[in-house]
């Protein structure tokens, strides 16, 4: 195997096993006490084939399981193979990794209370993991160069790196904490959810509240529209510099469109914590389509690109201020308290998250991944401003983290002070490690001779 793949399948193998971690223990609830291990250890399943009350295990858990670490083992093996410089190399040590990987996650989910420990899980990883290997010993070294191929594509298209951040930061804030399960009841119930939140639209104009009584509508609204501007925006220049004559060129926003929105239905109907709903669905098309009679003059008006640039800007502002400062329902119907001074905003700063967010079905992650991605564009084109400064990446770094932090912490003020809504540090931070990554892929794409 090449030694230039190498650097790749490190990178794979960390990225997959980072993935399952996170989705096997979301959303880290830890309870750590000898009572609640104890509990949780008497409610594992330790019968194979059987679950905790002595029934047979379901098939979606067995397909679930088996999916979930196919791309372990392929991404395990295919690092093997180029760490030996051998596709001949056995299973056999792959899979024992594997199956020691997720024995540590079931022995690790004993601290959480939220999930339970099962030997049908450990059996199901591990086979999982030896389909992931048998396809790797054909499939990988294929596979990888077809990723290095995208992305050496993508470094000579910025722009089509820019519209896949969009869309998967997207996805990610509406999935987040990333919970999934294939059981038929869920995704029964999350249809049925679908489906009443379209029956649900003739009331709005009755009431604030959205269909799953947990948002203020007007905000998730406009938080959806603006988001579809800015990702029609884009893409509407990506046409104009990468497929100007393409027959399809004039409905590649619909296409677009539906298939984000398709992902995100998708991801949402398997999701134990989100709520699939038509109204964001419905805010996120219609800015897109306004995205291309909004944007069309100005990009296509003459050579330059600023004027698209500068209306693209506008909205992107707005949304990053919306994201930010964006009351939550239960802020916007709580009695408004006066402020009694720094020592509250302080005491709430502390806590690093809002009250809110520490109900069974809130989802933290969503707040920082929101935070954090909006963020990243931002930093990015502050970057650059100080590389045309000669800056060092070092200060550029430095200074980016430290105006994150100081601008957050005033948002913070903003929002304890002048809207009543809760303070979080969360937040902060957030906004400190979008700037921390925006500064970076500046460094990055500079290495890579983009301009």
Known sequence: MNDSLRPAAHALLLLVTLAVFILTTVPFQMEASRQGIARRWHHAERTPFHNAEGRRMSGSDTLGNLLLFLPVGFCLHGWRMARRKNLAISVIPTVVAAGLFSLGIEFFQLLLSDRFTSINDVMNNTLGALGGAWLARRYYLSGVRAILAYMRSWRRRPGMLVLLGLGVSYLVWAV????????????????????????????????????????YWPLEVGENFLFGMIFGGVLLLCR???????????????????????ARNALLLLSQTGRPDILPDLACFLGVLLSDFLFSRAAFAGSDDASAMRLLSIFYVCFFMLVLLRPDFPELTRQPQTPTGSGLFAELLASLQPRYLLRPDAQPLRLFAKACLVM?????VFAQQLTRRRQSFAARLGSGILLAGGLGLLLQLIRHYMLHAEASLLSVFALMAGAAMGVWLEKWWQGKGGS
Not at 245 to 259: N, Q, R
Not at 376 to 380: D, E, H, M, S, V
Request: aromatic share 18%; charged share 20%; glycine share 0%.
């Open 240 to 262: 104009k510099w990468y497929w100007p004559a393409h027959k399809l060129a004039k409905d590649v926003h619909i296409l677009a469109a539906f298939c984000l929105l398709l």
């Open 176 to 215: 987040a904490p990333f919970h999934f399960t294939l059981r038929l009841e869920r995704l029964w119930h999350n249809w049925l959810h679908w489906t009443h939140s379209l029956r649900y639209l003739p009331n709005l104009l009755e009431s604030w509240l959205s269909a799953d009584r947990r948002e």
């Open 376 to 380: 990243i564009p931002l930093a990015f």
